[in-house]
């Protein structure tokens, strides 16, 4: 049985897919999730239908932090091995971040692209190092299966210079500082799951909501990605987690001169400190934060859900109007009380939702009065790297 493994992995956490190549498309076979991996690490293997297969809790104790990663793909090789020996993988398929101005398509992994793709740490600081990471304990497990990079950059490459131009002088313009956009795995799925669902609006004036712990939306046009919200980094844009989303410059100009903070703490206080874990002083859980009774955490709520209807109104500029918002995302697909008050917020576009459909989480939640559609769209970045992890085995 040829097969795609796929990789999809952060600091602490690793998610992996196990697809079948059948008749020139790919089947996902068996799902694999590990949490908590600098920890106490939890494993849950599930099946197609969402079934599950395992749970477990692999003892990684006696295991440095920086060995947990290989140590993961040890427990999930050793599994497949086991349980699917007639299995013969064709390629690992990684999520990389950040590709740059350079990576514009998915490319096959080698020394020098490594290398590469080192670069873009500092850009990515979150994601990036352990996405190499993971490639790297992937080619020392499997040196003869080709390891394959699939880009959140990828999808928005096709942006106008107006959209990605920082007004600043044009010879760091030149140097790479613009603005790349993110979650284009996840955007790009979306975008193709619309022109098999509902292929006469699939190239319609077009907003996703990629609503989760790491938010951004996109704005499409005619199947193309025109902006996003997140830009040079993916700390830009919508408040998150525990990121601050935009902030004016100003304000770390002053934290640097006043409190004397250096470029790590403010990395720090930016990506881990902030968002709706810094509002509320409580969570960077959106349902324990919709679930508190403390006025702390209907603040953080209340400031995302503005901060994403002003960015829907932003982003209707940039497609000259709207005709479909599609909310996908951990927080999107499920969170029912903020895709109402992210929608109430926006009804000056037409927008109407229908509350039964809204808490049922249907396909389309907008009335059949509502200028807008509006759809609940699950994501799935994993398909999207089997995909082109098969593609490029094949071409």
């Known amino acids: 049985m040829n097969a795609i493994f796929t990789v999809n992995g952060g600091s602490s956490s690793l998610k992996c897919g196990l697809f079948r190549i059948t008749e020139g498309t790919t089947e996902l076979l068996y799902s694999f999730k590990l949490s908590n991996i600098l920890g106490e690490a939890k494993a849950a293997i599930s099946d197609a239908q969402g079934q599950n297969v395992l749970k477990a809790s692999p003892d990684f104790s006696a295991i440095g932090r920086e060995g947990r990663h290989q140590a993961c793909l040890d427990f999930v090789f050793a599994w ?12 690992v398929s990684h999520r990389v971040v950040h590709g740059g101005e350079q990576f514009r398509e998915p490319v096959r ?44 950059t990828m999808f928005h490459t096709g942006q106008p210079d107006e959209a990605r131009n920082f007004a600043l002088p044009r010879q760091l313009t030149a140097e790479g500082i613009r603005r790349y956009g993110f979650h284009g795995l996840s955007y790009e799925f979306i975008q193709r799951r619309l022109e098999q669902v509902a292929p006469e609006q699939a190239r319609s004036r077009t907003i996703v909501a990629h609503l989760g712990a790491g938010a951004s939306m996109c704005a499409i046009r005619d199947g193309r990605s025109l902006t996003s919200t997140m830009g040079f980094t993916a700390v830009e844009g919508l408040p998150m987690g525990s990121r601050t989303g935009s902030i004016d410059p100003g304000v770390l100009l002053y934290l640097m001169r006043h409190h004397g903070m250096d470029a790590d703490r403010l990395e720090t206080l930016l990506y881990k400190e902030s968002g709706w874990l810094g509002v509320s002083g409580i969570s960077s859980d959106m349902q324990e934060l919709l679930a508190s009774e403390r006025p702390e955490a209907r603040e953080a709520v209340d400031l995302f859900t503005y901060r994403a209807a002003r960015e829907i109104g932003s982003l209707s500029a940039a497609t000259q109007g709207l005709e479909q918002l599609v909310f996908t995302g951990g927080v999107g697909e499920n969170s029912a009380p903020i895709r109402t008050a992210i929608c109430e917020r926006s009804r000056w576009l037409g927008i109407e939702i229908d509350p039964a459909a809204n808490a049922a989480s249907a396909d389309v939640i907008s009335t059949g009065a509502s200028r807008v559609t509006v759809r609940v769209i699950p994501t799935d970045e994993e398909s999207m790297l089997a995909l082109h992890g098969m593609e490029m085995v094949a071409g």
């Open 80 to 91: 497949i091995r086991d349980q699917l020996p007639e299995c013969e993988l064709q390629a």
């Open 109 to 152: 992994l080698d020394g020098p692209t490594l290398d590469a793709l080192h670069a873009f740490v500092p850009l990515a600081p979150l994601h990036q190092p352990y996405n190499l990471k993971l490639v790297e304990a992937c080619q020392a497990l499997l040196p003869e299966v080709p390891q394959i990079a699939c880009f959140d």
